[in-house]
């Protein structure tokens, strides 16, 4: 079969805005017919092109890519300048010019005075920001000593029970002239008064205190699935962190609207787009709802994204992303400020694309993979390890993952304009491609109902499942390669060092949590409790109730059964 181009299409002539003159395309469409006639048959016939060429997210690339392909292409409503409206380019006008983007690794393990070691190791080694991983205990608002929390102990993450790991997990570190990056969700709202309570202690005043809080408990539902509340009394507590950052804390992102999770559990990059921007319009509305102004919390939203391998699929993304939510932002919800228009987001190279087999080669998708988020235009960006397929990151992986990112900023000359690829014929179908499909999904959601009733019917979860099945298949059939799984394997003995959690530091994380116990007010412990159930009974915000529990060191455990007491638990319902 010589003819395999069955995508390719050419788009009707546009002469009006484009940057393109009319007569110079139709002499192109001659052209390109004449060379698919003459010059691409006569190569097909010696060397027949490869099947199934096309992204990550299974989407068909075409041969080539020419004017043709962007004829619609208007450069000041469709790109603009960095830093102006639409985004497209950038948010920023110089961007890395001025300065690399947040260097923020994530990171957490064991006990807090484990993880406060990796911080400082980490920020002595060129990292710019801090971003907390927790266990899977302080995840699902348990203490330490839960029955259920048996065998959990720092395996994914920092375990934190009460203000007083809290003070140890941030002992000597400059909370003034950092940033800090919080990935907690359900209990998101106990967790943050305990950062800020710590902070007023060691003389920082919230006021000044910079970070994200990751707080997105819709994407819980949809795929990561660490929610503990319905979906109606979670958004409340999201909200009241969206209020109460807005009025007391403007260096503060309440809320990080996270793809990685979605695209983690299977979506295609469209997917994860549209999925999380229908979550990002779902807080929006609920925080007008609560009475809030589109400008006085929407420069405060900030977004994550994965990044996955497709190196030009995953630029397109970003792009578009920030493209869509801008029109979004001025012309849905009428915003003002250019600041509510921008779509700052964090990045994350993608843990589902690590693998276990010959894991030395996860040095190569993770530098892939952060090359795309900084020609994407990320603002913060985290480099996974190349063990994280088999343990926690050692001290030696996690500073590659961090080199890795450096060397990007200091040695590869990325840095050095803004959106060096905006304007690739490839690129720019590519980006308006991937924001049409993801308008066409927002329309569907809408359509729906909403995103709760997308929740609640399993829209979301049914899209996911496909597209991870199609992928999976796709993989056995052979129709994609993953180098050292399907093919180019080798028989080898994995000899990657790896991080070990010791029950010592549990042991001990407990003693600390007894001794809290002990040592507090009761009185005071049992009355701002007391007070915490009646504010949740109502409709004003929990905030400040939280942060007067958290002062009198009630244990997160104990805050979150009031609210599980008040709220009752969730279960999520059969998707078929």
Same mark, same amino acid.
């Given at each position: ?252 992102? !309440?809320? @990080? ?6 695209? =983690? /559990?299977? &979506? ?5 787009? #549209? ?102 235009? !990320?603002? @913060? ?6 063990? =994280? /397929?088999? &343990? ?5 992986? #996690? ?178």
């Amino acid at each position: 079969m010589l003819e395999q181009e069955s995508t390719e299409t050419t788009q009707p002539l546009v002469e009006q805005g484009t940057l393109f003159a009319k007569e110079e395309l139709e002499r192109l469409t001659v052209k390109r017919a004449q060379w698919k006639e003459t010059t691409v048959k006569q190569s097909l016939e010696r060397i027949p092109e490869r099947d199934n060429l096309m992204t990550t997210s299974s989407v068909p690339i075409n041969r080539v890519y020419t004017p043709e392909d962007n004829v619609a292409l208007d450069y000041s409503r469709d790109l603009g300048l960095p830093g102006e409206y639409p985004y497209t380019r950038a948010v920023q006008p110089t961007m890395y010019r001025a300065k690399p983007w947040t260097m923020r690794m994530f990171a957490g393990f064991g006990t807090a005075e484990d993880t406060n070691a990796r911080f400082k190791y980490l920020l002595q080694q060129g990292q710019t920001g801090l971003s907390t991983a927790f266990d899977m205990v302080t995840l699902y608002g348990y203490d330490t000593d839960h029955p259920l929390a048996a065998g959990e102990f720092g395996k994914c993450g920092v375990a934190v029970s009460s203000l007083a790991d809290m003070e140890i997990l941030f002992a000597d570190l400059p909370l003034d002239k950092i940033t800090t990056s919080m990935t907690i969700n359900s209990p998101a709202a106990v967790i943050w008064p305990m950062y800020i309570v710590n902070a007023e202690k060691c003389g920082f005043p919230m006021e000044k205190l910079g970070g994200t809080l990751q707080n997105d408990i819709l994407k819980e539902y949809i795929a990561q699935k660490e929610f503990l509340f319905p979906p109606e009394p979670s958004m409340r507590l999201v909200v009241d962190t969206i209020e109460f950052g807005t009025r007391r804390m403007p260096r503060w992102n !309440t809320i @990080s609207i996270s793809g990685y999770h979605i695209r =983690e /559990a299977g &979506a295609t990059a469209v997917q994860e787009l #549209a999925f999380t921007i229908a979550n990002g319009l779902a807080y929006v509305d609920a925080a007008l709802k609560r009475g809030l102004k589109i400008d006085e919390f929407a420069p405060r939203l900030s977004f994550f994204f994965d990044v996955h391998n497709d190196f030009f699929e995953e630029i397109a993304k970003f792009r578009a992303g920030r493209r869509l939510w801008s029109r979004l932002m001025r012309e849905r919800y009428g915003a003002k400020d250019p600041r509510s228009w921008m779509m700052r987001c964090h990045a994350q190279t993608a843990g589902v694309s690590l693998t276990a087999q010959q894991p030395d080669n996860n040095v190569v998708r993770t530098t892939i993979q952060a090359l795309a988020a900084v020609l994407g235009g !990320t603002n @913060s960006l985290h480099t996974n390890s190349l063990d =994280e /397929a088999l &343990a926690l990151p050692t001290e030696k992986a #996690a500073l590659i993952a961090l080199r890795t990112q450096q060397i990007i900023a200091s040695e590869s000359g990325v840095v050095n304009t803004v959106d060096p690829l905006g304007g690739s014929y490839f690129l720019e179908a590519l980006t308006d491609q991937t924001e049409h499909a993801a308008v066409t999904y927002l329309e569907k959601i809408d359509a729906l109902g909403g995103v709760l009733s997308c929740i609640q019917n399993g829209f979301f979860q049914r899209e996911i499942a496909e597209s991870a099945y199609r992928y999976q298949q796709e993989i056995d059939e052979h129709k994609r390669t993953i180098v050292g799984v399907n093919d180019y394997q080798v028989e080898e003995e994995i000899k990657v060092p790896t991080l070990y959690v010791d029950y010592e530091g549990q042991r001990a994380h407990i003693e600390r949590l007894n001794r809290v116990r002990r040592e507090r007010d009761q009185v005071q412990v049992r009355h701002t409790l007391d007070h915490l159930r009646h504010v949740c009974e109502g409709t004003e915000n929990t905030m400040p109730a939280i942060l007067d529990a958290v002062r009198a060191y009630a244990t997160l455990g104990e805050i979150i059964d009031v609210f599980r007491s008040v709220f009752g638990e969730y279960m999520e319902p059969a998707v078929f």
